[in-house]
């Protein structure tokens, strides 16, 4: 896989460019700890008729910057990405962290998306802050060989494991450290239920921690008839690494629904 990289304010920023140039675009956002490469076979699916696009968040791979890390930064690398590739309006993806920062692009530039996908990702999530401290102690305290046993636990076979644990792996402490405060506290449940845009947010049966603080934005999602909900059953955290099949048909049934809108505008 070729990577290139392109600087931006305060860093720069490592990402996969599809050797396919499309009008239409899809952005694909990884989460926390975990990289460009979980959608290696999103790459493969839709390469043929999208031109892809997947960078690596600041502090992970070879992206850096000496900027504090905050949502509306990455929100900002992102667009400064696109602008600086050409690009006026994509089709967003992002799990976990990646939705957050999807969330963000959708409260401040929301003229930049065509739709908004999110997957192991809640529009709102209020930690206290004795958790907050907790967790990262534990994340200063455990080897970052045993977080990364951790964190493939929520795979939900072999295969969807070894790719979580190997990215992890790959993570560097001071990022979790960094990035705790940023995730730990957040609400777009507003830009969720003003917004325009169409969205489609992917249930995973088994992502406990994040269905547990669902329910307001589902509740705002519900209001809305451009808003699709689907469930994914034996998908976790990871719903595209889980059950990649399922993903990548919900995922081109919505994009091919947000086509066909377009067209007929």
Known sequence: MNLQRAHIKGGTLEYYLGPRESADTIVFVHG???????????????????QILAPNIIAHGFSQSKRPFDLASCAQDVVDLLDILNIDKVQYVGNSMGGNIGFEILASYEHRLHSLTTFGTTGELNTSVITEKVLGAIYKLLPMSLIANLASASGRNPGSKHVIKTMMSQMNRQTILATIPALAN????????????????IKGEHDGDINKSLPSTLDRLEKRSNAHIVNLKSAGHFANLDTPEEFNSTLE??????????KNL
Do not use: C, H
């Open 186 to 201: 957040f609400n777009y449940l507003e830009a969720i239920a003003s917004s325009q845009v169409p969205l489609l947010l």
């Open 32 to 50: 926390l700890g975990a990289n460009l490469k979980q959608f290696s076979r999103q790459f493969d699916y839709f390469g043929d008729r999208f």
């Open 253 to 262: 049934g919505f994009l091919e629904t947000v086509s066909d809108t377009q």
